[in-house]
């Protein structure tokens, strides 16, 4: 593993994928939606494209050993299209291009979600079917993405899918950002009885074991066509995890609480008012999302431990640390 490309190398988790190759001596280029400062800094190439349009795959696929495809389009509200483009679309042209180049190896970044069938799971390894319904388009684009990636190992590309779940870490976009801006205002609640444990991976966890899958395809087939849950050394409970973070932020503690069927209901209404009324804006709820806060989601990750040798070396402990003091800088 020598010459790399990342897709989406500008985001939260292929910044720190980006990283970790540049400190193992990787040449790594990234390809995304825009040029990125803070990569260009560090001696990294941006190819600037749509992973939609096959010919910039293609293009950017040359001269690389190894592809982590970590891009794609996230959330849980939006267009359809917009999501297909991203996440099928843009997958199928980066298996595309792999073959066109001989790139031998690629690492590809999926979800839980695609397992998710709006009931708990409770320690899940990786013979958990794919769901039969899926309540947005985020998990569904990536289940079939998925499920294209593994269809397309072999002899000539080496392919394995990892699901990092719940990212987090200094510099995190999206999660913790959002869980603070309700928490000031004082808009979230408890879905169900809020003891659910479901899986964190702290960012530079997951970066790690994105490196580690792909140096074992390039030792070895033996992990090529496979999928790995990727998290941290337990799972938490949800809402005590929170609260925690509030408490260290001056953040009054989410206490209210709504059954999961009420903030169900209140989701499927919700998503039928925004879409009647053409509302790009996510609704304040839907029916993915109380499921997600109400349901118990973590999974086994001795599948990855056992054939790449991924166990988290930043605790959650050690995480929250971190987070805490980039937040104070």
């Keep these: 593993m020598k010459r790399v490309l990342v897709t989406g190398g500008g985001g939260f988790l292929g910044t720190a994928v980006v990283k970790q190759l540049l400190e193992v001596g990787c040449t790594v280029k990234v390809a995304g939606r825009n040029s990125y400062d803070h990569l260009v800094r560090l001696g990294v190439t941006c190819l600037v494209g749509d992973i939609g349009d096959k010919m910039f795959t293609e293009e950017a696929c040359r001269n690389v050993d190894t592809v982590f495809h970590v891009a794609a389009k996230a959330g849980i509200w939006g267009s359809s299209r917009e999501f297909a483009r991203a996440n099928l679309d843009g997958t199928v042209n980066i298996v595309n291009g792999c073959r066109k180049n001989d790139v031998g190896c690629l690492v590809h970044t999926s979800t839980p979600s695609v397992v998710f069938n709006g009931n708990s799971i409770e320690g899940g390894n990786e013979s958990l079917p794919y769901a039969d319904t899926f309540l947005c388009d985020y998990a569904r684009t990536k289940a079939a993405a998925e499920q294209y990636v593994l269809e397309n190992s072999g002899d000539q590309l080496r392919v394995c899918a990892l699901r990092p779940h719940l990212i987090w870490g200094p510099g995190d976009p999206h999660l913790i950002p959002r869980l603070i801006d309700r928490g000031r205002k004082g808009s979230l609640k408890i879905v169900g009885d809020g003891r659910n444990r479901v899986d964190i991976t702290f960012v530079d966890n997951g970066a790690r074991a994105h490196l580690l899958a792909a140096k074992s395809l390039h030792q070895s087939s033996s992990i090529s066509g496979r999928v790995y849950f990727i998290g941290q050394e337990r799972p938490v409970y949800l809402w005590d995890w929170i609260n925690d973070l509030y408490r260290e932020l001056g953040i009054t503690r989410v206490e209210r609480k709504v059954p999961k069927v009420t903030a169900y209901m209140i989701g499927w209404c919700l998503e039928k008012m925004h879409r009647l009324a053409g509302l790009k804006k996510e609704p304040a709820m839907t029916r993915f999302m109380a499921l997600q806060r109400a ?35």
Excluded: N, V, W
């Design 295 to 329: 349901c118990s989601h973590f999974f086994s990750h001795e599948r990855a431990k056992e054939d790449f040798g991924y166990e988290p070396l930043i605790t959650i402990e050690q995480g929250k640390a971190r987070l805490l003091e980039s937040m104070r800088q």
